[in-house]
């Protein structure tokens, strides 16, 4: 399949692999170097971070223990969303911050970021009348109108025989009245992965499987990082002027490695949701109020269209156990509780849809960093707030935590605000650059604009093709053109076999993800850089074995492997997505 002759992507400053990956860290450890921030974390608040900390002119580096992605950030109910919700607590300043972010996040990612109307039936159940809530949509639209009028859309009333003419299949009883309004959603890990990439050809270095085993402390101030490569099996450090603690549900967790008695300042709350066949309309997404939970509480949760499916969720369990244990790692999959509480949800709002168990494609879950000073400890998991704070710890860390996916380049400035006025020393040298992002790097406002700007790399691939390639990689498409000779006799234009219609793959994605993405598992392909068990009806269990021989192809040409090391490697990896897929259904073993 590979073209033996070709040299694969010649490493330059926009390889983004493990080769390119595994000779920095050769580099830092022969020629140690010391750098203006560590932030540790690879989700969305650390990717953001980098980002803007690079282009603030500082010397920047970025450690993740896992994948890109692999907690929180590739876990979240996909919105980019100002929170309706969080007018009810008069978070005023937290929904207007997040509107202008989201806003922001259409023209800087228009193939992404992707606008949604919603349907919120209010029924006689809920607490909150439909009038109240019609007068915060109206606060909501002129929060969004005055960030930026041209990407604000206005709300209607929903009555209830416009409610019958619109969405049919909608409980009508007890029906009071209903809003539709617009908010956003994207692929989150995506979001992160566009943006670490955006960071690392500006010259930050960025590691994925490098985690942190303790710190060393000078004075008042943490400035040394020891780490471990999973990768390669080796010990190093970093030495650094700041250290940024950027794990979110893992915070605690990591400042106790510098301090056994740090204070705890999460609460972290874990959301379940499940993908079903959809009951939704293809263009519309539905805010409605979930059957009574556990505590008694019912709580606002999402039906939203998520391609062929729809997302329903989710579902918010405090956790009041130990944060200094593991168990953030382990227990954040679906329960049978979860699941029948989502569908119990759904078949409340849609009864003829009659979703069943059997019927759920898929589930995931992740945990919610949620910022809990000792003076909120009482307040229900729902009612905290979702706005981000920075803390000094006591070993020096600078921690960031809370907040919300669209909000994660807000929380980078800010941070970086804080760092200024700490030690404006630490910028003294800094040039500050505006940085525009890989997948849109001639600044398209839409998505029409994007694909005119890139009508010449799309030719290289089939018709049927360019508009799914357009919205996943973006301007991006030109690298993955590049590839193609990677591959003999055009096999980098073949489907992968064994995948549903649903998420069709070419080889040459797979290609893209390992040489510009950092791609280094197989899961982290099937998980992360492609939604693969959330989005095929089989879970990708027929498509595991040819995507793992051929990602074992292409790294054996940047590694050298052998047949045998390929095979093995084939083994290993299937193995372990073949777990993974076990924990993702293990509620089913409930039954």
Known sequence: MLNTKYRVYPEHDREFSMRSRGRRLQQLNRHPEVFDLVIVGGGIVGAGLAQEAVASGLKVALVEKGDFASGTSSKSSKLLHGGLRYLEHYEFALVFEALSARNALFD??????????????????????????????????AFSWLSSPGHTHLHRYINRRKLKAIAPDIQQEGFEGGLQFYDAACDDARLVIETLKTAHAAGADVFNYLSVTGFEQRGDRTDTVHLYDHVEGQTLCLSTRYVVNATGPWADHLNRLANPEEPSYLRPSKGIHIIIPRVTDVQRAVMLKGVPDASGKQRWMFIIPYDEYSLVGTTDTDYAGDTRSDYLDHDNYASLEDVDYLLASVNTVYPEAHVQREDVISSFGGWRPLVSPPGKSGLHESDLSRDHEIFDTTTGIVMLSGGKLTTYLYM?????????????????????????????????????????????????????????????????????????????????????????????????????????????????????????LLKERQQGSQAARPLAEAMAMVLSVLKGDSQAEQKSWVA???????????????????L
């Open 572 to 590: 290993t990896e299937i193995a372990a997505f073949e777990a993974e897929l076990a924990r993702t259904n293990a509620w089913q073993k409930e």
């Open 108 to 141: 800087r990612f228009p193939h992404l970021a992707k606008k949604l109307p919603f349907l919120m039936p209010v029924y006689q159940r809920y607490e909150e009348k439909a009038w109240f809530i019609n007068l915060g949509c109206w606060l909501y639209d």
């Open 412 to 532: 980078a400035q800010d941070l970086i605000s804080y760092l200024h006025k700490k030690d404006a020393g630490l910028f003294q040298d800094a040039k500050k650059r505006v940085l525009e992002p890989l997948c849109n790097l001639h600044q398209a406002h839409s998505e029409a604009e994007l694909m005119e700007q890139n009508a010449f790399s799309l030719l290289a691939f089939p018709e049927d093709w360019r508009p799914r390639l357009l919205q996943r990689y973006g301007s991006e498409v030109a690298t993955l053109a590049a590839l193609l000779p990677l591959f003999t006799r055009e096999k980098g234009l073949d489907p992968v076999p064994g995948l549903s219609a649903d998420i069709p793959l070419l080889y040459v994605e797979l290609a893209y993800s390992i040489l510009c993405e950092q791609c280094i598992h197989l899961n982290d392909f099937m998980l992360r850089r492609q939604r693969v």
